[in-house]
């Protein structure tokens, strides 16, 4: 199930800025980039451009997640973080609200991701064609919620946290695909781009940037 596309017209909050990179908090319910049709229009990459205009895409958040998301500001500095990603070479941090008493303090979802074509966008598990997709996971706390969690993706599959933490029972509250009842009764996903980690593309050395968590 989807939702209207009713984007907040939160002023942008600009987390880092320097001659080569610009690292954006993205508020929930914001497309990263377009979506088909004029409806679809409003996203953070035309709202970056509009102030930034050398701004070049390098990775997305789903629409729903908000938090850190890095764009280059030359296409020398795009090919050098497209790398990174590609190589697997960052490092993300996410916190999660998730549905339910999680028992163990950490562990690792290896279950491979494939798109529900009868079902986009959403994804599904499958063993046979799926590709191979790792979550590490940390206990925070419990609360009256739930357990708030600390995700971090080792690959960086369409959907994976969210699909993941439905796989083990835990699915993260207000997700309009993959909650349903009293976890899905939240007015936003609950899950948040905490920390991304990567080298410099001017220098190559260690940047670390990270955004307050909303909720």
């Given at each position: 199930?989807?939702?209207?596309?009713?984007?907040p017209q939160d002023d942008l909050v600009i987390l880092h800025e320097d001659?080569?990179?610009?690292?954006?908090?993205?508020?929930?319910?914001?497309?990263?980039?377009?979506?088909?049709?004029?409806?679809?229009?409003?996203?953070?990459?035309?709202?970056?451009?509009?102030?930034?205009?050398?701004?070049?895409?390098?990775?997305r958040l789903d629409r729903d997640t908000s938090g850190v998301i890095v764009?280059?500001?030359?296409?020398?500095?795009?090919?050098?973080?497209?790398?990174?990603?590609?190589?697997?070479?960052?490092?993300?941090?996410?916190?999660?609200?998730?549905?339910?008493?999680?028992?163990?303090?950490?562990g690792r979802v290896d279950l491979p991701l494939i798109v529900d074509w009868?079902?986009?966008?959403?994804?599904?598990?499958?063993?046979?064609?799926?590709?191979?997709?790792?979550?590490?996971?940390?206990?925070?706390?419990?609360?009256?919620?739930?357990?708030?969690?600390?995700?971090?993706?080792?690959?960086?599959?369409?959907?994976?946290?969210?699909?993941?933490?439905?796989?083990?029972?835990?699915?993260?509250?207000?997700?309009?695909?993959?909650?349903?009842?009293?976890?899905?009764?939240?007015?936003?996903?609950?899950?948040?781009?905490?920390?991304?980690?990567?080298?410099?593309?001017?220098?190559?050395?260690?940047?670390?940037?990270?955004?307050?968590?909303?909720?």
């Open positions: 199930m989807d939702t209207p596309y009713q984007p001659h080569e990179l610009l690292f954006i908090d993205k508020p929930a319910g914001l497309l990263s980039v377009p979506g088909r049709g004029p409806h679809l229009a409003d996203c953070l990459i035309a709202r970056v451009q509009s102030v930034f205009p050398e701004a070049l895409l390098v990775h764009f280059a500001r030359s296409p020398v500095a795009q090919r050098h973080l497209g790398l990174q990603f590609e190589k697997r070479q960052t490092r993300k941090q996410y916190i999660a609200q998730v549905w339910g008493q999680v028992t163990e303090r950490q009868d079902n986009r966008p959403r994804q599904m598990v499958c063993h046979e064609t799926g590709r191979a997709a790792q979550t590490d996971w940390a206990l925070i706390r419990h609360d009256i919620y739930g357990s708030r969690l600390r995700l971090m993706p080792l690959t960086g599959r369409s959907h994976q946290l969210r699909v993941h933490m439905l796989a083990i029972g835990h699915p993260i509250l207000g997700d309009p695909f993959y909650a349903s009842g009293q976890a899905g009764a939240f007015p936003r996903l609950m899950l948040h781009s905490r920390e991304l980690r990567l080298r410099h593309p001017d220098g190559g050395r260690g940047l670390t940037v990270s955004a307050p968590v909303p909720f």
